[in-house]
């Protein structure tokens, strides 16, 4: 994996190969830590594609939830959309014609934010989060999306069963171009790394995204 900088200042790490296709990975709360690292890797050996994680905390890692916490509070999530947009634009810049952006937790907000706020990308895949309506409403999102949520989910207000049930619903009654997908597990089952990691549903979701 190599450390490369977008044209922002924004620093991030870049892996797969030179193609048409690119993906933007976007870290959990933690950081970009050696498990987002990994999932970039896993993505970038399971089809031909150039795959970039932004590091969005600027190089800080939390090992506890109260450091992430910390972290994520004090992310300027405008600025962040910057980041993800100049991740694209070093896409674009390196021969990329499709771009999609997946994100995780903190990560899966931001994929909805940038589906709102991001030029040059054609898809995105949410992991259980939901951005603050004010900031990205499900009604302006310009691009298809995959959205996989866990029913036992109990971050309330932001991945939880009723938050995806009413953003589905929104993004239904408006008219998007979407696909949801609900799995009988808890948040961040796809984290390899974490205590609720649920090696059945993240072998399905990740065959989903892919």
Request: with cysteine; proline share 3%; hydrophobic share 40%.
């Amino acid at each position: 994996m190599q450390k490369v900088t977008f044209s922002n200042g924004c620093p991030g790490y870049m892996t797969g190969q030179h193609s048409k296709t690119g993906l933007i990975v976007i870290q959990e709360w933690w950081g970009v830590n050696d498990q987002i690292k990994q999932t970039a890797e896993k993505f970038a050996a399971a089809s031909p594609m150039l795959v970039l994680v932004p590091d969005l905390y600027r190089g800080q890692v939390a090992f506890h939830e109260d450091e992430a916490s910390h972290l994520m509070s004090n992310l300027d999530w405008q600025s962040a959309v910057q980041d993800i947009q100049a991740a694209v634009d070093y896409l674009k810049e390196n021969g990329c014609e499709k771009i999609a952006v997946v994100g995780f937790c903190m990560g899966g907000a931001l994929t909805i934010a940038s589906c709102v706020h991001v030029g040059g990308i054609d898809c995105g895949i949410c992991f259980y989060g939901i951005p603050d309506k004010e900031f990205a409403a499900p009604q302006k999102i310009r691009v298809p999306m995959q959205l996989h949520f866990g029913n036992l989910d109990e971050c309330k207000g932001f991945s939880c069963r009723e938050s995806a049930d009413l953003l589905e619903k929104e993004m239904r009654d408006c008219g998007k171009d979407f696909e949801m997908w609900r799995y009988e597990a808890k948040h961040a089952f796809m984290n390899h790394c974490g205590p609720k990691y649920d090696e059945k549903a993240a072998s399905v979701a990740f065959e989903r995204t892919i």
